[in-house]
């Protein structure tokens, strides 16, 4: 199976960027759709970016549409999310999420594998 490790986050000003990393181990990541999640204090994890396997299709939450751009480097066995722009409301733990199979679903439940999570704190 899949180990997957965030890093980058931070503690920001508001308006400011930071960018995240998901490193993958264990499978080639290639082979894995890839997605990006948060979970605020009190809240339930929510999706925020998605990205097929070869990168040629990705989506958005509505809420960081235009901000926010999740990429990868299956060379590199990384996929990355930046985030300009940032918003108080953007504070969050952020964990990267991967599955085989692609169902078209964004409910993390349907996601099996996860990283331990990243601290974005932005700041008013």
């Known amino acids: 199976q899949v180990q997957l490790v965030e890093s980058g986050g931070g503690l920001v000003q508001a308006g400011g960027s930071l960018r995240l990393s998901c490193a993958a181990s264990g499978r080639t990541l290639s082979n894995y759709v890839m997605a990006w999640f948060r979970q605020a204090p009190g809240k339930e994890r929510e999706f925020v970016a998605f990205?097929?396997?070869?990168?040629?299709?990705?989506d958005y939450a509505d809420s960081v549409k235009g901000r926010f751009t999740i990429s990868r480097d299956n060379a590199k066995n990384t996929v990355y999310l930046r985030m300009l722009s940032l918003k108080p409301e953007d504070t969050a733990v952020y964990y990267c999420?991967?599955?085989?199979?692609?169902?078209?679903?964004?409910?993390?439940?349907?996601?099996?594998?996860w990283g331990q999570g990243t601290q974005v704190t932005v700041s008013s």
């Open positions: 990205i097929t396997w070869s990168g040629s299709n990705t």
């Open positions: 999420a991967a599955r085989a199979y692609w169902s078209g679903s964004y409910s993390s439940t349907d996601w099996r594998y």
